[in-house]
């Protein structure tokens, strides 16, 4: 099925590791956004891309790094994990195909201890 | 930046209509959004609204948008217990080869039986 798909939906990281987040769509989406949701917060944006080879700075981008070497691909980087990166990640996405229409992936729940 | 605001919480009696409603700063906004999220879920898209238009009606749901006042509303009638959720109001911006949304905190929507 077509769509947007995080992993690992699931993760724990001691203080001071480092982990990737993928994001993969296969409906050819140019424009991709990784959030964080966190409790009474909302969803803030971290890092978006507008194409493959391009990403920018969103809200909080601070401690996260990412790349989008693949049009269907937007990796999400944590170099040194800490506590307060402690969330649940959404991968979103929209381009021509999908009209007026932004896909999220189903959340990666991300655990800092 | 921009803004959306929306209220935290609403409590309705099962059967009763819901209102749930949002405010957003940016006078250049091209859709508006409304998200449900159930517990340990992702986003679930329930409608949008071109924000030319003042009025969008599916179902059960109403969507009114007063541009004038940059107030947006999501209108649930007969509220069922399977409506409680988080229902999250965005706004979408659209320029410099971006498009980007800002979403509000959220508002839980508790539905008594």
């Known amino acids: 099925n077509a769509g947007v798909t995080q992993t690992p939906k699931f993760r724990v990281l001691k203080t001071g590791q480092s982990m990737t987040l993928l994001c993969a769509q296969d409906?050819?989406?140019?424009?991709m956004y990784w959030y964080r949701q966190d409790p009474g917060m909302g969803l803030r944006l971290i890092h978006y891309s507008v194409g493959e080879g391009t990403t920018a700075k969103g809200e909080v981008p601070d401690g996260y790094n990412v790349s989008r070497l693949k049009k269907q691909n937007f990796l999400l980087g944590l170099e040194s994990a800490a506590p307060s990166q402690t969330s649940v990640y959404f991968c979103?996405?929209?381009?021509?195909?999908?009209?007026?229409?932004?896909?999220f992936g189903e959340g990666s729940w991300l655990t800092v201890v | 930046g921009e803004d959306v605001e929306q209220s935290l919480f609403l409590s309705v009696r099962e059967g009763d209509s819901s209102v749930i409603n949002c405010t957003y700063t940016d006078s250049s906004s091209t859709y508006l959004y409304w998200y449900k999220q159930e517990p340990g879920a992702g986003l679930q898209l329930l409608t949008y609204i071109f924000s030319n238009m003042d009025m969008k009606q599916d179902q059960r749901l109403t969507v009114l948008l007063n541009k004038k006042d940059k107030h947006l509303s999501l209108r649930i009638a007969d509220t069922q217990t399977g409506d409680s959720a988080i229902y999250f109001c965005a706004d979408a911006y659209s320029g410099a080869g971006s498009y980007q949304l800002t979403f509000g905190k959220g508002t839980k929507l508790s539905v008594i039986p």
């Open positions: 409906m050819n989406h140019e424009y």
């Open positions: 979103a996405s929209i381009g021509q195909t999908s009209g007026n229409t932004i896909y």
